[in-house]
T-cell receptor
């Protein structure tokens, strides 16, 4: 089991550029979550999917953020255009089911720096 | 809606001393509670979870936590700290009224001194 795989590990970009973060969940997991971690706000849930369908995107900060899950093994989080305040570590996590006692398995995150 | 509060953003202990990290929850329905650990430059890793089967839950690396409904607490303990326990620890809650949403506390940074 390779775990949740995120790419890239680090991303440095200039303000105004488009950024795409990628995630491969654990095979067989049907729930996928995107979190953002900052010193100021801690861990924030941005969006989650069940069976590739977005269930709750109320945490997505603005229209500049969008997330897709075209199939069970891949998801993207896109920021367009990026701003310096988007600098954070973005985590993807997956879970075996939508059951509330199922733990989340996290990837190692993408550290985004927007200059 | 449910939430968790972690008391103390930083805790420092000596190697071999008791570790106690505090977590209080707020939930209108029976909660599912979790403790996660985050080492530098890594994602979060599950330490243990409470799912109402037993109030004392044992996790990995010698950690355990006790669910106390009367105190709405789920404190994390370890009898003897190791240097390798230095990390950030997060308490999290999930409830029936939140769907799959997992809500995290602010985190507690544990430092272990030699």
């Amino acid at each position: 089991d390779a775990g949740v795989i995120q790419s890239p590990r680090h991303e440095v970009t200039e303000m105004g550029q488009e950024v795409t973060l990628r995630c491969k969940p654990i095979s067989g997991h049907n729930s996928l979550f995107w979190y953002r971690q900052t010193m100021m706000r801690g861990l924030e849930l941005l969006i989650y999917f069940n069976n590739n369908v977005p269930i709750d995107d109320s945490g997505m900060p603005e229209d500049r953020f969008s997330a897709k899950m075209p199939n069970a093994s891949f998801s993207t989080l896109k920021i367009q255009p990026s701003e310096p305040r988007d600098s954070a570590v973005y985590f993807c996590a997956s879970s075996p089911s939508g059951g509330i006692n199922s733990p989340l398995h996290f990837g190692n995150g993408t550290r985004l720096t927007v200059t | 809606a449910q939430s968790v509060t972690q008391l103390g953003s930083h805790v420092s202990v000596s190697e071999g001393a008791l570790v106690l990290l505090r977590c209080n929850y707020s939930s209108s329905v029976p909660p599912y509670l979790f403790w996660y650990v985050q080492y530098p430059n890594q994602g979060l890793q599950l330490l243990l979870k409470y799912t109402s089967a037993a109030t004392l839950v044992k996790g990995i690396n010698g950690f355990e936590a006790e669910f106390k409904k009367s105190e709405t607490s789920f404190h994390l303990t370890k009898p003897s700290a190791h240097m390798s326990d230095a990390a950030e620890y997060f308490c999290a809650v999930r409830g029936f009224d939140s769907g799959s949403r997992l809500t995290f506390g602010e985190g507690t940074q544990l430092t272990v001194n030699p």
